[in-house]
């Protein structure tokens, strides 16, 4: 009961991935074609991803086997380390007991490599010679070019602007295993080059950089598009995460957990831990569990969003999904939470916020940032901005227990990159971006009318 760290053997690593889309109260909305707005088949969609992605994108079989290659690379970092935050619930002075899944161990740092390797092995089956995407705080891409790599395949990265100058450090982590990074928007692509004519100092976001690196793979010869958030098959790899977490409760002597909580960008991350538990909920073995996704008040787009169907990304050359959104031209405040600053939101965890088996709140970075101060005075571990959104609710929560509860947190990537991000807290520099609901209402008017 009194263990740190709750640790699996090599063995033990799950040997397929959870489909929720097997369990899901009603079944998604088709994704529709971004010029004709008609439902898309498995067809329409080869351009961008190889057809083993595409099959699982689309699949309702319960489990997916995790083939051998792709696990052999995960053990470099898997199964991760579940941690009692027994310090932190000193500080706290809290009846819960916390748990968190650590995911910073992995060699780019993050959850991100869990999906990274799969697609790109996927890919290199097929014969993808090339992959494009874009990365907001660099963790993404720095995950799918080491993947990369491991496979002898090119890696195409088109960075949002405010983190490539804010993070030439993850910049650097993807050039060492050999990406070519670009600042986005860039002149390399029409969608970029029609943004930089009307604003050439703009901070880019993540719709912006997928228009880009959807446009450069549907140009360029034997290119893949790889996403590193949002898609089923994203959050398919990483239940991988999940899974491992229950059989370490288990071991740690707990019967269930009773609130699971994980910031979102896209979705990945949280989905991740949280569907292997939510698939007890919706067995009915586990009806109390609350699952609680943490959004930046800049982007705030489950709490404050629409759910309706809208483009993945900026110039809308990716298909429009049924989703939570806050529009597709929005752009956020150039708070450090790279990751989280996204117009949109996986339409798997959309659903299951707007069937109410979800629940969403959003904080200020400030307050987010203090989180994540006491988290590295009491754990020890400087975690990333984004992985801090989810800290900050696990701390409201706890702090709420009039008795035992079991809370279960991804803490989802190390942030020894994001020092000048700490810097600036540590120096009383940081501002708080309001939410902007002009510029918000304003986007959601522009939503495809379907
Ligand atoms: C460490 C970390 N956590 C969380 C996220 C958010 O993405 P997602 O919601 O897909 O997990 C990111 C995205 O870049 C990230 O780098």
């Known amino acids: 009961m009194d263990e740190t760290k709750i640790f699996l053997d090599e063995n033990e690593m799950p040997?397929?991935?959870?489909?929720?889309?097997?369990d899901l109260p009603k079944p998604l909305a088709p994704p529709l074609h971004p010029l004709t707005l008609k439902p898309m088949g498995p067809q329409d969609l080869t351009p961008l991803f190889p057809m083993e992605i595409i099959k699982q994108e689309v699949s309702t079989e319960k489990y997916i086997n995790i083939p051998d290659e792709v696990r052999n690379i995960l053990t470099l970092w898997r199964p991760s380390p579940l941690y009692r935050a027994k310090r932190l619930e000193k500080a706290l002075k809290t009846k819960a007991r916390i748990y968190y899944k650590w995911e910073g161990v992995s060699p780019p740092g993050s959850h991100k490599p869990n999906t990274a390797v799969a697609q790109a092995y996927y890919n290199m089956k097929e014969g993808t010679e090339r992959i494009s995407t874009e990365t907001g705080a660099g963790q993404w891409g720095s995950s799918l070019a080491f993947a990369c790599k491991l496979f002898e395949i090119e890696c195409m990265v088109y960075m949002v602007a405010c983190s490539y100058l804010g993070k030439p450090y993850r910049r650097i982590m993807m050039e060492t295993w050999g990406a070519k990074v670009t600042s986005s928007p860039s002149k390399l692509t029409e969608a970029g080059k029609a943004i930089l004519k009307k604003d050439p100092d703009c901070p880019g976001s993540l719709g912006i950089a997928i228009s880009e690196a959807v446009e450069d793979a549907i140009k360029h010869e034997n290119t893949h598009y790889s996403l590193g958030s949002v898609l089923n098959h994203v959050a398919l790899h990483q239940t991988i995460i999940g899974q491992e977490a229950k059989i370490q409760l288990k071991k740690a002597g707990e019967e269930k957990a009773d609130i699971i909580i994980g910031c979102t960008g896209g979705g990945s991350n949280f989905s991740g831990l949280a569907f292997p538990f939510i698939q007890d909920k919706l067995k009915g073995d586990n009806k109390e569990l609350r699952a609680i996704g943490v959004e930046p008040m800049a982007c705030p787009t489950l709490t404050k969003g629409v759910y309706a169907y809208d483009f993945g990304d900026t110039a809308k050359m990716a298909p429009a999904v049924k989703m939570y959104t806050l529009g597709h031209d929005f752009i956020p405040g150039a708070i450090h939470a790279g990751g989280l600053r996204y117009h949109?939101?996986?339409?798997?965890?959309?659903?299951?916020?707007?069937?109410?088996?979800?629940?969403?709140?959003?904080?200020?970075?400030?307050?987010?940032?203090?989180?994540?101060?006491?988290?590295?005075?009491?754990?020890?571990?400087?975690?990333?901005?984004?992985?801090?959104?989810?800290?900050?609710?696990?701390?409201?929560?706890?702090?709420?227990?009039?008795?035992?509860?079991?809370?279960?947190?991804?803490?989802?990537?190390?942030g020894h990159f994001d020092l000048g991000a700490y810097d600036q807290f540590l120096r009383g520099k940081l501002v708080d971006f309001e939410y902007p609901a002009e510029l918000v209402k304003q986007s959601l008017a522009k939503l495809p009318k379907v």
């Open 15 to 22: 040997k397929k991935w959870y489909n929720i889309n097997a």
């Open 344 to 414: 949109g939101m996986s339409p798997q965890v959309s659903l299951l916020v707007n069937e109410k088996i979800v629940e969403a709140q959003a904080y200020y970075q400030k307050e987010v940032f203090e989180a994540a101060k006491l988290f590295a005075e009491t754990e020890g571990f400087l975690v990333a901005p984004e992985s801090a959104h989810a800290i900050k609710a696990v701390i409201e929560e706890a702090k709420k227990c009039k008795e035992e509860k079991v809370i279960v947190f991804n803490n989802s990537g190390h």
